[in-house]
């Protein structure tokens, strides 16, 4: 038999790509196709099935950028085939790296390096937040099973204390073997405060984690009070805690618009800080970035000297294989910015929140927990009286999706569970028209879950 009888026939997309032979059939979910298929129709195909999706700009629930300009689509292009962690092979994307880690050495005031001002900052990319909340939970575990053993005590029971921190932290302490005391939020609180401290700190704590940008209502939790808290205990105990800060969200955001905030390197007792470059950072998905605050902070063992491709390449990650687009785009904002646009953006990001804030509190039945005033572009709030109204926050968060909204609904964590709220970010590319938008949409609804649909009996057939 001639081998083209044996061939499934090429479809030619110059007719029409929906008269091909893999648009005519559900395309295979369990099994690799048997024939090849001409690209512009894979692509049709899968763009199509891409639609189910929700649109990105209306998603309100996520802190990840949504936006960005053509150049930076132009640039990830050019890093398709760029891996990061080979710094012998791909030097010059190695070098931004290391700008990126100077540059947010010095936004977060690290101290200088050893020797000279020419000294890089003690830092990586990570592929997100998450990665880079596990490499310095590490580190923490690391430096106080160091002293523990240089003083001949046991090291079998480390332990982290912090408030309602993402869940990222969880994943940390499961995967390595680290109790996680998650101090409960008291009432009238939306994160950890300092006085709780006494009663989860000891000494087999290897640090405690702050969050600059609680997940849950979009605050910060009060760093400089909760290093202070520590100092004293330091004073009265002799156990000396680190503070790691999560600043994944705010890490971008305080030193721009609160630059009179204290929570970074400039307290000594921060060992060191996450952030997402993916998220208030404004580049694409897949980088985030940690920092400590010298050498010291970071244990030599954590760090690996691999002979690779002809030379020595020192790297600390969870994996070997990452693109490199991320970090080029990251320094593409960090210089098509600079300080004084992070700064625009931003601000105008906080007056649309703020904006929304004051429509959400005129609706009626709200109760603002956060106006988008001091800390990040966004608001939370909950029902005033649930018992007063027939719906809940999440029947208002399934109307408001059926205009393609994506704003959650939650309950706050123990001890105020019973807490149920909703939340907007305003990341850079949402607008205040978008923002009008949603208010107007929001007032459609609640007067729709108010009625308790009297309308639904009556619905007839749509007419052309």
């Given at each position: 038999?001639?081998?083209?009888?044996?061939?499934?026939?090429?479809?030619?997309?110059?007719?029409?790509?929906?008269?091909s032979?893999?648009?005519?059939?559900?395309?295979?979910?369990r099994?690799?196709?048997?024939?090849?298929?001409?690209?512009?129709?894979?692509?049709?195909?899968?763009r199509?099935?891409?639609?189910?999706?929700g649109?990105?700009?209306?998603?309100?629930?996520?802190f990840?950028t949504?936006w960005?300009?053509d150049?930076?689509?132009?640039?990830?292009?050019?890093?398709?085939?760029?891996?990061i962690?080979?710094?012998?092979e791909?030097?010059?994307?190695?070098?931004?790296?290391?700008?990126?880690?100077?540059i947010?050495?010095?936004?977060?005031?690290?101290?200088?390096?050893?020797?000279?001002?020419?000294?890089?900052?003690?830092?990586?990319?990570?592929t997100g937040?998450?990665?880079?909340?596990?490499?310095?939970?590490?580190?923490?575990?690391?430096?106080?099973?160091?002293?523990?053993?240089?003083?001949?005590q046991?090291?079998?029971?480390?332990n982290?204390?912090c408030?309602?921190?993402q869940?990222?932290?969880?994943?940390f302490?499961?995967?390595?073997d680290?109790?996680?005391?998650q101090?409960?939020?008291?009432?009238?609180?939306?994160?950890?405060?300092?006085?709780?401290?006494?009663?989860?700190?000891?000494?087999n704590?290897?640090?405690v984690?702050?969050?600059?940008?609680?997940?849950?209502t979009?605050?910060y939790?009060?760093?400089?009070?909760?290093?202070?808290?520590?100092?004293?205990?330091?004073?009265?105990?002799?156990?000396?805690?680190?503070?790691h800060?999560?600043?994944?969200?705010?890490?971008f955001?305080?030193?721009?618009?609160?630059r009179d905030?204290?929570?970074?390197?400039?307290?000594?007792?921060?060992?060191?800080?996450?952030?997402s470059?993916?998220?208030?950072?404004?580049?694409?998905?897949?980088?985030?970035?940690?920092?400590w605050r010298?050498?010291?902070a970071?244990?030599d063992g954590?760090?690996?000297?691999?002979?690779?491709?002809?030379?020595?390449?020192?790297?600390?990650?969870?994996n070997?294989?990452?693109?490199?687009?991320?970090?080029?785009?990251q320094?593409?904002m960090f210089?098509?910015?600079?300080?004084?646009?992070?700064r625009?953006?931003?601000?105008a990001?906080?007056?649309t929140?703020?904006?929304l804030?004051?429509?959400?509190?005129?609706?009626?039945?709200?109760?603002?927990?956060?106006?988008?005033v001091?800390?990040?572009?966004?608001?939370?709030?909950?029902?005033?009286?649930?018992?007063?109204?027939?719906?809940?926050?999440?029947?208002?968060s399934d109307?408001?999706?059926?205009r393609?909204?994506?704003?959650?609904?939650?309950p706050?964590p123990?001890?105020?569970?019973?807490?149920?709220?909703?939340?907007?970010?305003?990341r850079?590319?949402?607008?205040r028209?978008?923002?009008?938008l949603l208010?107007?949409?929001?007032?459609?609804a609640i007067?729709h879950?108010d009625?308790?649909?009297?309308?639904?009996?009556?619905?007839v057939?749509?007419?052309?």
């Amino acid at each position: 038999m001639a081998l083209h009888s044996a061939q499934e026939p090429a479809s030619d997309p110059a007719v029409d790509i929906f008269a091909s032979p893999l648009s005519e059939r559900p395309l295979p979910k369990r099994a690799m196709p048997d024939f090849p298929a001409p690209p512009p129709v894979v692509f049709q195909l899968l763009r199509n099935e891409l639609l189910l999706d929700g649109n990105a700009a209306q998603n309100l629930a996520t802190f990840c950028t949504t936006w960005t300009d053509d150049e930076v689509r132009r640039l990830m292009d050019l890093c398709l085939d760029k891996n990061i962690v080979d710094k012998d092979e791909y030097p010059q994307t190695a070098e931004i790296e290391s700008r990126c880690v100077n540059i947010l050495a010095d936004l977060w005031h690290a101290p200088a390096g050893p020797g000279s001002a020419d000294a890089n900052a003690v830092g990586c990319s990570t592929t997100g937040s998450s990665e880079a909340a596990m490499l310095c939970g590490l580190a923490l575990k690391w430096r106080w099973r160091d002293r523990r053993r240089a003083a001949g005590q046991s090291t079998d029971r480390p332990n982290l204390v912090c408030g309602p921190v993402q869940v990222c932290w969880e994943k940390f302490a499961r995967y390595f073997d680290v109790e996680l005391r998650q101090v409960p939020v008291e009432p009238g609180a939306t994160g950890l405060q300092p006085h709780q401290l006494r009663e989860y700190v000891d000494e087999n704590t290897i640090g405690v984690v702050a969050i600059l940008g609680v997940t849950y209502t979009c605050t910060y939790e009060p760093v400089a009070e909760i290093a202070a808290e520590l100092d004293r205990l330091q004073v009265e105990t002799g156990i000396d805690v680190p503070v790691h800060v999560d600043a994944a969200s705010g890490g971008f955001i305080a030193p721009f618009l609160h630059r009179d905030l204290v929570w970074d390197f400039r307290l000594p007792r921060v060992a060191s800080i996450n952030a997402s470059g993916h998220k208030y950072g404004m580049a694409p998905l897949g980088v985030g970035w940690a920092l400590w605050r010298d050498q010291d902070a970071l244990p030599d063992g954590l760090v690996f000297h691999v002979d690779y491709l002809g030379g020595d390449m020192p790297t600390l990650a969870l994996n070997f294989s990452r693109p490199g687009g991320q970090v080029v785009t990251q320094y593409f904002m960090f210089l098509r910015l600079g300080r004084e646009g992070y700064r625009r953006v931003y601000q105008a990001c906080a007056d649309t929140a703020q904006h929304l804030a004051g429509q959400i509190a005129e609706m009626g039945p709200f109760t603002l927990l956060y106006d988008g005033v001091g800390a990040l572009p966004a608001v939370s709030y909950t029902l005033t009286d649930p018992d007063s109204v027939s719906w809940s926050l999440y029947d208002l968060s399934d109307q408001l999706r059926m205009r393609g909204w994506q704003v959650p609904s939650y309950p706050l964590p123990p001890d105020r569970q019973e807490t149920v709220i909703q939340r907007v970010l305003v990341r850079h590319g949402v607008d205040r028209d978008e923002i009008e938008l949603l208010a107007e949409d929001m007032r459609r609804a609640i007067k729709h879950l108010d009625q308790g649909h009297p309308h639904d009996r009556d619905r007839v057939g749509f007419h052309h």
